[in-house]
């Protein structure tokens, strides 16, 4: 097994916050890691150390092989990173700023790379149209593009499907699966627990600290979690009743169906068993990865006292 | 539900004032304060004391008493004594003095036997607005400057002053402002259009975000530099050519030479503006920030650097911070090749002061330059 990423006590602190605390990462060459987190916990932090964009107050480690310190100028060679903000310049066509990253990368052939990268993103006929009219799905299908044309062999995507349809999210991790099947290892970042669950693995970050790593089912079967479901109709008007009882960690409605969580079988158990009866339905389920992240989600704040870390 | 809401209005109010106040406000309140500083204290289109030079002849009393009466009108200062008129011509391209007086050695002869004594007074009227006065006060220098001398049997027999001042103009003969404002212009016109857009380039990449994609790609800072600043120099190749036509056309400015200095002058102060607007660039964070720290540049460089008015008019305060804005080094240039047909060899502190400020500023930018967000 190869490492891609291979990084140890991480460490980044924005004048007196501590935004990134002895972060260990290691992915697998030609892995897509999810890179999971709520809002501020310093993922964007983390791929702008690993891309050599901020430089880390502590850590070692390699990426692709190359120091993380030294070799910077060497890792953004080979690196894609796909920032959360539309990054290419919107006041030029998309085959404008195609060539502007060809040429920076200082890549051979290269009208022939942006034919075939314009064929490949389906943007032929649109080539002269301005980057800043395309639609979201669009921006980050052309900011991938931009990502890959140089062909790298690691990928740092932070959150490139915010705010883009279904259908463009499929069609998006399609191509990551393709790239990964490539070889090229992937680190991307998301909100979405379908995103997370296309991930080989996954690594959770609170509060700048990473928390748990591992594939989705380790990651669940590991959380000591368990759900049970109430099926029937309007089950999810008990949700604030159920909330209430000892033992029971979270009460999510989905649609007319309600999840009730908790670590404690039994207690869990005694929590629902006034309303065991019909018109509900109760059966055990999975826990699904979004249960269990809002679970260390919580834990996490409890430890810290709250100290949510904005970004 | 719509009609003319008081409410919507304070709404409106509140929000603007909020995101007023989160900005820059000093920079706001500097502005006014800086600018009646500069209006109020530094200008002065009726300056005193100008440099002078004096080159005497003649060992008389007379002469003396000329001199002395010069010194009183508070208009001339005399801070050079020549030993031949070829070292008062040198002094005044060199723009150390403003104006020269050459009393011949006959004067005090001539004058006793009333045999039409001359003083010869040259001014540079490069610049007309700063010496007009100062040649309007000698007007009545020769009616008075001997009435403590001539007393007994020197005392004047007719109204005849005794001796005549004779004033040449020297450099711009007919004292048109034009010629003065036009070459200035370049200056201006240059820090203006170039200190302004580059300054914005970079903030305005951070604030899109375009900072952060160009960032992770294997570019240099110098690369960035480079590459940015190059059109811009093209742009004040093309600003400099069209100014220097129009000039020559439409105000018939005359164009003596000195062409050396010019392109060399040009060249440096072109670098160094374009690296003073990258300079501000990698300290302002939003592109607003950038154009008021361009402002603040621009306002000594408009009002300090001799343009509009007189340098040698200013208090001596006004002058240092004159001497610290590149433009002031700049107008000397291009006016001495324009008006003087100056060349290196004559402008060579001024061009050492533009290149002293393009090196210093440069390397400054460079080493704020980040290639990463830290």
Known sequence: ?311 | MSGFSLTRIVAMLVKEFRQMMRGTPSVLLLMPIIQLMLFGYAINDNPHHLPTGVFVQDQGEFSRSVLAAIRNTGYFDIVATARSSAELDRLMALGEIDFSVTIPGDFTRRVVRRDNAQILIEADAADPSATGSAVAALATLPANALTHDLVGTLAPVTAQPAFTAVVHNRYNPEGITSYNIVPGLLGTVLSMTLVVMTAQSLARDRELGTLEGLLATPVRPVEVLIGKLIPYIGIGVVQTIVILILARVLFDVPEMGGWDALVVGTALFTTGSLALGFLISTIARTQRDAQLMAQLYFMPSFLLSGFIFPFVGMPQWAQVLGSLVPVTYFLRIVRGSLLKGQGLAVDWSSLAALGLFTVAVSALAILRYRTTLD
């Open chain 1, 1 to 311: 097994m190869t490492l891609a990423i291979d990084v140890h006590g991480l460490n980044k602190h924005f004048g007196a916050r501590h935004v990134v605390q002895d972060v260990e990462i290691q992915v697998e060459a030609g892995h897509i890691c999810g890179f999971l987190g709520p809002n501020g916990s310093g993922k964007t932090t983390t791929l702008r150390m690993l891309c050599g964009l901020l430089t880390p107050d502590a850590g070692t480690g390699t990426c692709l092989g190359l120091d993380l310190r030294r070799d910077t100028a060497a890792i953004k060679r080979q690196t894609g990173y796909m920032t959360q903000r539309f990054s290419l310049y919107e006041d030029l066509t998309i085959e404008e700023n195609l060539d502007f990253i060809a040429r920076m990368y200082g890549l051979d052939r290269r009208r022939e790379r942006l034919n075939e990268s314009l064929e490949r993103l389906g943007l032929i006929d649109r080539r002269r149209q301005l980057a800043g009219q395309l639609s979201g799905g669009w921006k980050q299908r052309l900011s991938l593009a931009a990502c890959v044309l140089h062909g790298p062999r690691l990928l740092l995507l932070d959150e490139p499907t915010a705010g883009v349809d279904p259908k463009a999210r499929r069609e998006f991790w399609d191509e990551i699966h393709r790239l990964a099947e490539a070889g090229i290892t992937v680190l991307v970042s998301t909100h979405y627990m379908d995103e997370a669950e296309r991930c080989h693995d996954v690594a959770y970050i609170v509060a700048g600290r990473l928390i748990v790593r591992g594939t989705a089912e380790q990651v669940v079967a590991s959380s000591g979690l368990i759900t049970f479901q109430a099926e029937g109709p309007r089950a999810d008007r008990l949700a604030s009743q159920v909330a209430q009882a000892p033992g029971v960690l979270m009460a999510t409605p989905f649609g007319e169906n309600l999840h009730v969580s908790g670590t404690d079988r039994a207690a869990l158990e005694a929590a629902i068993a006034p309303h065991r009866h019909p018109p509900y339905r109760w059966t055990e389920t999975r826990p699904t990865l979004e249960d269990v992240f809002i679970r260390l989600m919580d834990d996490a704040s409890h430890d810290l006292g709250h100290q949510g870390q904005p970004q």
